[in-house]
């Protein structure tokens, strides 16, 4: 079974300072990836996807991640981190096919600083 | 911008009662789904609904949960008799997939709590 991992529980960074968020997947071709956030008592927000094509993918809010085969990584970064950015991020891969279907890591909590 | 909703946004009710959670997706979305989260733990997939039937769902969804689309715009998720454990916050989404790998827009949650 495809397994979604985030390693860090728990990030703090000051604002305008930089983030990467880390992702791993476990599967056996490259699946569906895709980035949310949920704030304090909110839904999840689509942030951006990675489906083919450039590895590199623009999101909202500034956001931006990198797909790396070799590494089964596709981590979430932003260049300069605003306060309004602390929340909770998920990654989650989608394998695809007839029945679509999230896989969620654990999430990272992002405290920012002022 | 278009947006999927559910009601309620808090369902408190005692543990054998039976629930319904309430969604309306994206209109023009032909694909619908149901994630929950335990407090402090991650996003499950529960079921996925096309066409008036269920695509897939996963151990979680057994017996005691049903779907259904009774109308042409709302999408619900019955607890027949609810435990303890059911407690969580339960969220809809729905994706149009017309073309190429879905994107799923997710619902604001139902948060669920069993007493």
């Known amino acids: 079974a495809q397994s979604v991992t985030q390693p860090d529980i728990h990030i703090t960074v000051s604002e305008g300072a930089s983030l990467e968020l880390r992702c791993n997947y476990s599967?056996?071709?490259?699946?569906?990836l895709f980035w949310y956030v949920q704030s304090p008592g909110q839904g999840l927000q689509l942030l951006l996807k990675?489906?083919?094509?450039?590895?590199l993918v623009q999101g909202i809010k500034g956001f931006e991640a990198e797909f790396k085969r070799s590494q089964s990584s596709f981590n979430l970064r932003k260049p300069s981190v605003h306060w309004s950015d602390a929340a909770e991020y998920f990654c989650?891969?989608?394998?695809?096919?007839?029945?679509?279907?999230?896989?969620f890591g654990t999430g990272t909590r992002l405290q920012v600083t002022l | 911008e278009p947006e999927v909703t559910q009601t309620p946004s808090h369902q408190v009710t005692q543990m054998g009662q039976e629930v319904i959670l309430r969604c309306v997706p994206i209109?023009?979305?032909?694909?619908f789904y149901w994630y929950r989260q335990i407090l402090g733990q991650k996003v499950e997939f529960l079921v996925s609904?096309?066409?008036?039937?269920?695509?897939?769902k996963s151990e979680i969804f057994d017996d005691q949960f049903s779907v259904e689309r009774p109308d042409g715009s709302n999408f619900t998720l019955k607890i027949r008799s609810t435990k303890l454990e059911d407690s969580a916050m339960y969220f809809c989404?729905?994706?149009?997939?017309?073309?190429?790998?879905?994107?799923?827009?997710f619902g604001p949650g139902t948060r669920l709590t069993v007493t």
């Open positions: 989650a891969v989608d394998e695809g096919g007839t029945a679509s279907k999230l896989t």
């Open positions: 609904f096309y066409n008036n039937e269920i695509s897939e």
């Open positions: 989404a729905s994706s149009e997939k017309e073309r190429g790998p879905p994107e799923q827009y």
């Open positions: 209109s023009n979305h032909l694909y």
């Open positions: 990675y489906f083919s094509g450039d590895t």
């Open positions: 599967y056996g071709a490259t699946p569906y």
